[in-house]
């Protein structure tokens, strides 16, 4: 069943994760390294820079290692990542939630964001936020997850995100006036030793297993575990978890109105 996320049990959890994030998020990590290559090889200089759900600063550090900007806003849900972006170069940090909240009517050169879109409620909505807040010609990279992300969690909890196909993605897009630049996905397996440490990964990173911490009652944990294993485990007893990587890096088409 996929669920639209409660973006205050979003904040919250990724609040207590954000000490153990940029070590357990590899995942995300190699995501972030692919995009930042990805924005490179367009182009390396921009005027205004946003970056969504910068977090702890993986795609953002990366940035500041390849790129150069006149001005940068990095914005997050969580007040509290705030430290992690207090020392950088033309950068302003903006807390709040990406679909609702003004980032100023001044257009961006380049918007990016790394495994973040996932969260959102309305995500074509969020896309004319995005074409809307771009200069002519200005660049939108993203990465999100696909459908076939933590398949093993939502077979046995029943309880997913919304996640999205590339070509729902690059439809949605070309719609609202964007020229598709790249777009690609793939799949990335992990192998963990039980259940439990899977479940421990997904609080390192701030996420719970989409689903909240009452769901877990002692009965429901053993029976997950006994499931998992039954289901996910490879000939060395492991059991293996799937991330379904998404990257997308688009255009605002030459000439197209807001």
Same mark, same amino acid.
């Given at each position: 069943?996929?669920?639209?996320?409660?973006?205050?049990?979003?904040? !919250?959890?990724?609040?207590?994760?954000?000490?153990?994030?940029?070590?357990?998020?590899?995942? !995300?990590?190699?995501?972030?390294?692919?995009?930042?290559?990805?924005?490179?090889?367009?182009?390396?200089?921009?005027?205004?820079?946003?970056?969504?759900?910068?977090?702890?600063?993986?795609?953002?550090?990366?940035?500041?290692?390849?790129?150069?900007?006149? !001005?940068?806003?990095?914005?997050?849900?969580?007040?509290?990542?705030?430290?992690?972006?207090?020392?950088?170069?033309?950068?302003?940090?903006?807390?709040?939630?990406?679909?609702?909240?003004?980032?100023?009517?001044?257009?961006?050169?380049?918007?990016?964001?790394?495994?973040?879109?996932?969260?959102?409620?309305?995500?074509?909505?969020?896309?004319?936020?995005?074409?809307?807040?771009?200069?002519?010609?200005?660049?939108?990279? #993203?990465?999100? #997850?696909?459908?076939?992300?933590? !398949?093993?969690?939502?077979?046995?909890?029943?309880?997913?995100?919304?996640?999205?196909?590339?070509?729902?993605?690059?439809?949605?897009?070309?719609?609202?006036?964007?020229?598709?630049?790249?777009?690609?996905?793939?799949?990335?397996?992990?192998? #963990?030793?039980?259940?439990?440490?899977?479940?421990?990964?997904?609080?390192?990173?701030?996420?719970?297993?989409?689903?909240?911490?009452?769901?877990?009652?002692?009965?429901?944990?053993?029976?997950?575990?006994?499931?998992?294993?039954?289901?996910?485990?490879?000939?060395?007893?492991?059991?293996?978890?799937?991330?379904?990587?998404?990257?997308?890096?688009?255009?605002?088409?030459?000439?197209?109105?807001?």
């Amino acid at each position: 069943m996929e669920k639209t996320p409660d973006k205050s049990l979003v904040k !919250q959890r990724f609040t207590r994760g954000l000490n153990t994030y940029s070590e357990a998020a590899v995942t !995300q990590r190699l995501m972030a390294e692919k995009l930042t290559a990805m924005i490179v090889r367009r182009k390396k200089h921009f005027d205004r820079v946003l970056e969504i759900g910068a977090g702890t600063g993986l795609l953002t550090s990366l940035l500041e290692e390849n790129l150069t900007w006149k !001005q940068r806003v990095v914005n997050d849900l969580a007040e509290e990542c705030a430290p992690f972006h207090a020392e950088r170069r033309d950068t302003v940090f903006l807390p709040g939630d990406a679909e609702t909240v003004f980032w100023g009517s001044e257009p961006f050169d380049l918007i990016c964001s790394n495994a973040a879109f996932q969260w959102f409620a309305d995500l074509p909505a969020f896309l004319k936020k995005l074409k809307n807040s771009l200069s002519p010609e200005g660049l939108l990279a #993203f990465t999100t #997850f696909g459908p076939d992300n933590l !398949q093993e969690l939502s077979a046995l909890t029943g309880r997913s995100l919304p996640y999205y196909p590339v070509h729902t993605l690059a439809d949605w897009l070309a719609g609202e006036g964007f020229t598709v630049l790249e777009s690609s996905g793939g799949i990335r397996v992990g192998h #963990f030793a039980d259940p439990l440490e899977i479940l421990k990964q997904m609080r390192r990173t701030g996420v719970s297993a989409s689903t909240d911490r009452t769901w877990w009652t002692p009965r429901r944990l053993a029976g997950f575990c006994r499931d998992y294993r039954e289901h996910f485990s490879t000939p060395d007893r492991r059991v293996t978890l799937t991330w379904h990587p998404v990257y997308i890096l688009a255009q605002v088409r030459k000439g197209n109105p807001k």
